[in-house]
């Protein structure tokens, strides 16, 4: 059995998602629910490393709910990933008397988190909060739904123009190593073609489509494509392609980038948030640590945060199946 815990610090760490408020919101008010101490730690493991802290109440975190961004701020910090770094974060933590950490962010704010609780044996929950939904132990990443519906808003512009002038529009959208936002924004939007990086369509079948596409008299054609599509070509490089190629198609691009990571969050995100930050400090107040806090058919359950960081989130194939009926 560890230590009572009495004193929890919060941060946000990697890319920055709609909801990341909200999470922080729910674990300062879970900590004054069950009167123990929280303290805001800010710029993620950087502001672990300088001792850039701040007591929170209940009341500093009133009307953030709705707030796109994280009033913690975020950092991608180098000096964690060293082991000097850590001692001085160790340092830190231990002057500011904090008991166990709640982490919030995506698969590198967990690495971080598992080292630390490894070499300090220190307390840590995290909080899956990345738009591109790449967690494995959870359905749903908080800032993902936002995200998505923020990408069907733009596509649905970008079409009224593209059906105007009878274009075709690439659209990027993020997504580093995983398609969940262009599969589901995709279908979502009515793309006719979806590009991600766990399916290679490969460009003689795209081209093939493209072709299908216009016979059939559309007079507009979407193609989403994830940032970590693995077609080998920038979706400019793309575009310029099947232009080559496809000489009856006038071309577009459209590189949608860091608006998608703005925004006040969705309903689901700030309740799937409020939900997942009131189990952390739960787990963290039951003795628990090295876990992720994440969502499974509606309800909340644990992962390692090892297993959490090494396993795969896999999209689900159905939808790639769906879009080629509905693209006909
Ligand atoms: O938040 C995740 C993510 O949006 C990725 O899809 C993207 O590759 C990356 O962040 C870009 O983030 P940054 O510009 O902050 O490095």
Redesign the pocket.
Known sequence: MGKKIKKIGVMTS????PGMNAAIRAVVRACSYYNIECVGIYRGYQGLIEGDFKTLSARHVSNIINRGGTILKSA?SKEFRTSEGRAKAYKEIQKAKIDALVLIG?DGTFTGGMIFNKEYNFPCIGIPG???NDIFGTNYTIGYDTALNTVVEVVDKIRDTASSHNRLFFVEV???DAGFIALNAGVGAGAEEILIPEEDLGLDRLLEALKRSKRSGKSSSIVIVS?GDKIGKSVFELADYVEENLPQYEVRVSVLG?M??GGSPSCFDRVLASRLGVRAVELLLDGKTNLMVGIVNNIIDTTELEKAVKGHHKINKELLRVSDIMSI
């Open positions: 990697g890319g920055d998602a991608r995506g990345t738009i591109d993020m997504g580093r940032e860091h998608q990571r």
